[in-house]
């Protein structure tokens, strides 16, 4: 009966532990060099996704930044839309804001979130690609992977050059592969995944999220801030990012 006793205690602990873990967040900084044909001012941007039901604190971006990318759920089945038009307003009082469709987005009224993006400035990147900063060779592009549009790559990067700096926003990382292999793009954002959200040990259902460079591309997959189905979370920290991007001398083919 002790023993029993002593594992529902742990139990219970543990959950509790994982409760509080998923209303926590971590702000990762972080530095990144993007090869540039025509060089640019640097420039700070920062990407949250995946907020679903968690209120965003006033004081979440106490510091100056140039932008802000959504990437994606800021909303799911069961938020109310107050809730989603109280995270806008935070972000927008900061910088402009640009999102990027999730899987669960659409499981709220769409026309009424667009309202809501509408109200507060936000611009919805939706398959295709925009200049930042007035510099012609310097975009951001991204992707409305839930929609089931034929073709939906190639429309958004129909205004890049291959020698552009490209930033790419995804909801899902499940796309890089074949946006690496076949767009020209210099950093591709994602978050989807929560980085497994409960992981046991090194053992997840998806990998934690990370940046890391590959084939001169650097890669971010976001743990996301919020959670989804359960309030929990377990090796796997709930975070949103602050990006620095620099120039460097681009090597690429004129």
């Known amino acids: 009966m002790k023993l029993i006793l002593k594992f529902g205690l742990a139990a219970i602990g543990l959950l509790l532990f994982m409760f509080r873990n998923a209303h926590v967040h971590t702000l990762k900084r972080q530095t990144l060099h993007l090869e540039a044909i025509q060089p640019f001012k640097p420039f700070k941007m920062v990407f949250i996704s995946d907020i679903h039901h968690r209120v965003l604190p006033e004081n979440l971006i106490d510091f100056p930044v140039d932008f802000i990318i959504i990437g994606g759920d800021i909303a799911e089945k069961g938020v109310p839309l107050r809730k989603v038009e109280h995270n806008l307003k935070v972000l927008s009082a900061v910088a402009p804001v640009y999102f990027i469709w999730g899987n669960n987005d659409r499981e709220v009224d769409e026309m009424e979130l667009r309202r809501l993006f509408s109200r507060y400035g936000v611009q919805l ?3 295709d690609s925009i200049e930042l900063f007035g510099n012609s060779r310097l975009k951001l592009v991204g992707l409305d992977y839930f929609a089931f549009r034929e073709n939906p790559l190639d429309t958004a990067f129909a205004g890049v050059a291959a020698d552009d ?6 909801h899902t990382p499940f796309i890089f592969p074949r946006v690496m292999e076949h767009y020209p793009v210099d950093f591709v954002l994602a978050g989807h995944t929560h980085g497994g959200q409960i992981r046991i040990g090194k053992w997840g259902l998806y990998k934690k999220g990370s940046l ?17 189905h359960l309030p929990l979370r377990l090796g796997a920290e709930a975070e949103y990012h602050v990006l620095t991007i620099k120039p460097k001398e681009s090597t690429k083919l004129i």
């Open 125 to 127: 990147l939706e398959n």
């Open 212 to 228: 890391t460079k590959e084939n001169g591309v650097y890669r971010l997959v976001s743990n996301g801030y919020g959670t989804t």
């Open 165 to 170: 700096t490209v930033i790419f926003v995804s």
